[in-house]
DNA sequence: ATCAGTGATATAGTTAGATAGTACACTAGT
DNA sequence: ACTAGTGTACTATCTAACTATATCACTGAT
């Protein structure tokens, strides 16, 4: 995982599992790394992983139990909820930005019309 | 102007007079607020605002003139393109995202097209 | 009882972002 | 010459994020 200038690597590694457990990757009551394994995966210290839990656990997107491990939520409708929560927060902040640059609603449909799988851009300042 | 958690507020700054550019809000050649003035407006310090321009300068949207003020570029052309560029760059992010949520590029496309301007969401962790 | 794996906690140190305050240097107008 | 407005620069301080390192406590299995 590649980390953005910026945002907090805590807040990105957080958007990441809920990416996971909203595609279903990390399933309902499924377990999830320890704090150590996650540490390593994302490159990150112990403590940083300890952080991403804590917080998540506070969000209620999963669990903990001490000596055990950390626990997707069995929530079963939270994670449709929440991918329609994320989409919105993607659509919303997309449509603000587009329409705050000058672009209007047809233009920007035309735009995702014609887009293509490979454009890239660049990350000016 | 209000500030996003986790972005630095100098990046979130130096944004939004990007697109005060793209907008013609802030023409080629215009003098730009001074950077005590800029300090005031944002609710910065004068510190940050030096680093606003200094970093606007160094991408060349614009130019300063010891003892005078800041300018906004006079390339005349820089503009539409970065105009071009930014919405380039919010539409692949934004793409990337969505597919990576598991959204098909029609699913996006009906999406906004029932898009309703007041449409709102909260920003949950 | 022991042990490996786990979460929880603590201390210390580094870095980047941001603030506060001050001072200096240049420019234009008077 | 003087002054106001400007960019520039410096020191000091604060906080959040992150790291490094180590220790403690709980759980389940042997």
Redesign the interface.
């Known amino acids: 995982m590649e980390y953005n200038t ?3 690597i805590y ?1 990105q590694v ?1 958007h990441e599992l809920k ?1 996971r457990m ?2 279903g990757e990390l399933r309902p009551g499924e377990k999830m790394p320890s704090s150590r394994d996650l540490a390593v995966e994302f490159k990150v210290n112990q403590n940083t992983a300890a952080r991403i839990y804590r ?2 656990e ?2 209620g997107y999963c669990y903990t139990r001490r000596g055990i491990g950390t626990f997707v939520s069995e929530e079963e409708n939270m994670f449709e909820e929440l ?1 329609q ?8 902040n ?2 603000h ?2 329409r ?4 209007k ?1 047809e233009d ?2 035309t ?3 014609v ?1 293509k799988e490979d ?7």
Chains 1, 2 share one sequence.
């Open positions: 910026g945002l907090p807040l957080i990416k909203v595609k917080e998540m506070q969000a991918k929560e994320m989409a919105g927060e993607l659509l919303t997309f449509m930005e587009m705050d640059l000058g672009f609603k920007i449909i735009r995702i019309t887009y454009e890239e851009h660049d990350a000016g300042v």
